[in-house]
């Protein structure tokens, strides 16, 4: 099922798919000014896969990698679009 949330003046703001009660597939939240601020994927419910976001102005501000919601690989954390930080899982 999907679920969509919009923002005052009608652009997007949410958009999530269901299964159920759970998450089922990928997640797109949106900032007002209409840019991506986070692309998650879900399955049963949980984080697997890649989650990424994104700051105002397009930058990045998080990548990492989840499976059955259990952090794997390498993490970044980004300020500004620069890497701050970096954490293998």
């Known amino acids: 099922m ?27 939240l949106y900032w007002p000014n209409g840019r991506l601020k986070r692309r998650v994927v879900f399955s049963g419910g949980k984080r697997h896969g890649l989650d990424e976001t994104w700051d105002l102005e397009g930058r990045p501000g998080f990548i990492g990698q989840y499976e059955a919601d259990v952090a794997i690989g390498v993490h970044r954390r980004f300020h500004k679009g620069i890497v701050v930080e970096e954490v293998e899982w």
Do not use: M, N, Q
Not at 12 to 21: A, D
């Open 2 to 28: 999907l679920k969509e949330s919009f923002y005052a003046d009608g652009s997007p703001r949410t958009i999530e798919f269901y299964k159920g009660s759970l998450r089922e597939g990928e997640v797109l």
